[in-house]
């Protein structure tokens, strides 16, 4: 199975920090996600990535940014954290070949800006 | 761009069968996916259907897709406290890039 791991459970971080949320998948899947989960308003895409080096833009990137060295490696940076940035942040993977072509997610990063 | 929409919340007593809905714009998406989350944890995945497929079973799970409605249903025969969770309906995005487009999530409360 595959195993997408985040690096924290549970964040708390000051307002203007700079933070990195870790993201590591361990079955050589190509593309990377990277979601925030808010109450009422579902999942929205911050960015994903298809490939090494290679990141695109999804729904709510302000503030954000990415970074993809490595293909099974895919990090979340808040380049100066604030509170509205306060979310649960799930990361997802997936493979281009199988039978189907859904998401694995890893466990959520519930960060809390103070 | 493709819009997904399933109602926020529904209340069942345990034993019954749960009906979640959820609704889509984009008539050309090739998978549909339903997930699964647990208070605090990340999405697991339930089951999902080809778009070539009106109806798939899997034990408790029934999965119905009604394309000219664009219309698909998961439902949970005799309903456990452990279901209790927030069910998300998926989408594979036409524009063939591999992107899910997730519903807002329906809470299923199940009651002893």
């Known amino acids: 199975d595959v195993k997408v791991t985040q690096s924290s459970r549970y964040l708390v971080k000051r307002t203007g920090e700079k933070v990195f949320l870790e993201c590591v998948q361990d079955m050589d899947h190509e593309n990377m996600f990277w979601y925030r989960q808010d109450p009422g308003l579902g999942l929205r895409l911050i960015y994903f990535s298809y490939d090494v080096k290679m990141k695109e833009k999804g729904d709510i990137p302000e503030g954000y940014s990415v970074s993809r060295e490595k293909k099974e490696r895919f990090s979340l940076i808040l380049e100066s954290a604030s509170t509205n940035q306060t979310s649960m942040y799930l990361c997802?993977?997936?493979?281009?070949?199988?039978?189907?072509?859904?998401?694995?997610f890893g466990s959520g990063t519930r960060l809390t800006v103070v | 761009g493709e819009d997904v929409e399933q109602s926020l919340f529904l209340s069942v007593r345990e034993g019954d069968s749960s009906v979640i809905n959820c609704t889509y714009t984009d008539s050309s998406s090739t998978y549909l996916y339903w997930y699964k989350q647990e208070p605090g944890a990340g999405l697991q995945l339930l089951t999902y259907?080809?778009?070539?497929?009106d109806m798939k079973q899997d034990q408790r799970l029934t999965v119905l897709l009604n394309k000219k409605d664009k219309h698909l249903s998961l439902r949970i025969a005799d309903t456990q406290t452990g279901d209790s969770a927030i069910y998300f309906c998926a989408v594979s995005d036409s524009s063939n890039t591999g992107k899910l487009i997730f519903g807002q999530g329906t809470t299923l409360q199940v009651k002893p």
């Open positions: 997802a993977t997936q493979g281009r070949g199988g039978v189907h072509y859904g998401y694995t």
């Open positions: 259907i080809f778009s070539n497929m």
